[in-house]
């Protein structure tokens, strides 16, 4: 990967391109290319300064360093709790941030977007990409790209409209923070009502009831207890990411304390299902979209049993969080599946949540 991915920098620096950002660009031609390699590649060339600098924040905050072998020099960073052999790098927040990365054409599309005049230049550089669905077609436009300085610089042109900002900790739309202040709360349930499968080998219909009672729990704290509000930053939804998080931080206590295996992003194959409960051979998968998914019709009828075929299971929930904007797709949902049952082809459970955003008490009349 490193060969190819010099000398396909190379074949474009000798174009005359010479904007270390080309390599916002180069994941259009390198496979395995994104922007957790980039971070690393990054994280690679400043890694002395990196070390001073958490140096200096262990020095104030009084915590010990230990010498670690990076790049073939001894720096100092805090060691790692979980993996002594490995530090833990700290980074200042203000250069944490989404990074812009042409990986497909929708990602240049979305930079695009931004600047119709650049989008227009595009397009009469190398042709109406964006309706290009063709992979011959496709391949021939990223050989033109390699291959055309102008074209080069505009893609490049397209990136650099993406606005340049640190993540905003403080609202976090991607929910990479605030599903963690739940875990602890969280951890300290232990439901009362499974005492009856304490220390005994659990069923496959076992394992199904625990799943529904997870789905409660989560209900539970999603409807009544406020939870839907991790939903939400501001008037925007979190991804469905950050559903899946919070999702995960309720299941994991209930399967610890069952001795379940909790696997998130299973792949067998066909994709990551999104959860696997399972203890042994018997396993539940757990699917979960957001209502405004507009996948999320197919995501039922295909996706999952796709899914249940590779994990050679019968057993799955299709979890659906509810935004409010649903529209008919839900209907239409449970439709397919009553038709499927009556012809004794039984697709998977359907479990919806209403995470809409709700108005205060004190706005109600």
Same mark, same amino acid.
Request: net charge neutral.
């Given at each position: 990967?490193?060969?190819?991915?010099?000398?396909?920098?190379?074949?474009?620096?000798?174009?005359?391109?010479?904007?270390?950002?080309?390599?916002?660009?180069?994941?259009?031609?390198?496979?395995?290319?994104?922007?957790?390699?980039?971070?690393?590649?990054?994280?690679?060339?400043?890694?002395?300064?990196?070390?001073?600098?958490?140096?200096?924040?262990?020095?104030?905050?009084?915590?010990?360093?230990?010498?670690?072998?990076?790049?073939?020099?001894?720096?100092?960073?805090?060691?790692?709790?979980?993996?002594?052999?490995?530090?833990?790098?700290?980074?200042?927040?203000?250069?944490?941030?989404?990074?812009?990365?042409?990986?497909?054409?929708?990602?240049?599309?979305?930079?695009?977007?931004?600047?119709?005049?650049?989008?227009?230049?595009?397009?009469?550089?190398?042709?109406?990409?964006?309706?290009?669905?063709?992979?011959?077609?496709?391949?021939?436009?990223?050989?033109?790209?390699?291959?055309?300085?102008?074209?080069?610089?505009?893609?490049?042109?397209?990136?650099?409209?993406?606005?340049?900002?640190?993540?905003?900790?403080?609202?976090?739309?991607?929910?990479?923070?605030?599903?963690?202040?739940?875990?602890? *709360?969280?951890?300290?349930? &232990?439901?009362?009502?499974?005492?009856?499968?304490?220390?005994?080998? +659990? =069923?496959?219909?076992? $394992? %199904?009831?625990?799943?529904?009672?997870?789905?409660?729990?989560?209900?539970?704290?999603?409807?009544?207890?406020?939870?839907?509000?991790?939903?939400?930053?501001?008037?925007?939804?979190?991804?469905?990411?950050?559903?899946?998080?919070?999702?995960?931080?309720?299941?994991?206590?209930?399967?610890?304390?069952?001795?379940?295996?909790?696997?998130?992003?299973?792949?067998?194959?066909?994709?990551?299902?999104?959860?696997?409960?399972?203890?042994?051979?018997?396993?539940?998968?757990?699917?979960?979209?957001?209502?405004?998914?507009?996948?999320?019709?197919?995501?039922?009828?295909?996706?999952?049993?796709?899914?249940?075929?590779?994990?050679?299971?019968?057993?799955?929930?299709?979890?659906?969080?509810?935004?409010?904007?649903?529209?008919?797709? *839900?209907?239409?949902?449970? &439709?397919?599946?009553?038709?499927?049952?009556?012809?004794?082809?039984? +697709? =998977?459970?359907?479990? $919806? %949540?209403?995470?809409?955003?709700?108005?205060?008490?004190?706005?109600?009349?």
């Amino acid at each position: 990967m490193s060969d190819n991915l010099i000398n396909n920098a190379k074949e474009i620096i000798d174009l005359g391109v010479n904007d270390p950002d080309l390599f916002l660009v180069l994941a259009l031609f390198e496979e395995g290319i994104g922007p957790d390699r980039i971070s690393d590649m990054t994280a690679n060339i400043i890694i002395e300064d990196l070390s001073v600098f958490s140096e200096k924040i262990c020095s104030f905050l009084k915590i010990n360093t230990d010498e670690f072998s990076c790049n073939g020099k001894l720096l100092k960073f805090p060691t790692n709790p979980v993996n002594p052999k490995l530090p833990i790098i700290l980074l200042p927040k203000e250069i944490l941030r989404d990074l812009p990365i042409a990986t497909d054409w929708d990602g240049v599309s979305s930079a695009a977007a931004q600047n119709q005049d650049i989008r227009d230049k595009i397009n009469k550089a190398i042709g109406d990409i964006w309706s290009t669905k063709s992979r011959k077609v496709k391949s021939f436009i990223r050989d033109q790209i390699r291959s055309n300085k102008n074209a080069f610089n505009l893609i490049l042109a397209a990136m650099h409209e993406v606005r340049k900002a640190p993540y905003d900790y403080e609202n976090d739309p991607e929910g990479f923070i605030t599903w963690q202040k739940y875990i602890r *709360e969280i951890m300290d349930i &232990r439901p009362g009502a499974f005492q009856k499968w304490t220390n005994k080998k +659990l =069923s496959i219909e076992d $394992i %199904i009831s625990l799943v529904d009672e997870i789905l409660l729990q989560f209900k539970l704290l999603v409807e009544k207890k406020g939870l839907w509000k991790e939903f939400w930053a501001g008037d925007k939804n979190r991804p469905e990411k950050s559903a899946q998080r919070l999702f995960f931080a309720v299941a994991d206590s209930f399967c610890k304390a069952y001795d379940l295996d909790l696997s998130p992003e299973a792949d067998s194959g066909r994709g990551p299902v999104d959860f696997k409960v399972s203890q042994g051979n018997k396993k539940v998968l757990i699917e979960i979209k957001l209502s405004n998914n507009t996948n999320l019709v197919t995501g039922y009828i295909n996706q999952l049993e796709l899914y249940k075929e590779s994990e050679e299971t019968a057993h799955a929930v299709y979890l659906i969080i509810d935004l409010g904007n649903s529209g008919k797709k *839900e209907d239409e949902l449970l &439709r397919i599946k009553n038709e499927y049952n009556s012809k004794k082809y039984p +697709l =998977s459970q359907i479990y $919806i %949540i209403d995470g809409s955003r709700k108005i205060s008490a004190s706005k109600t009349k």
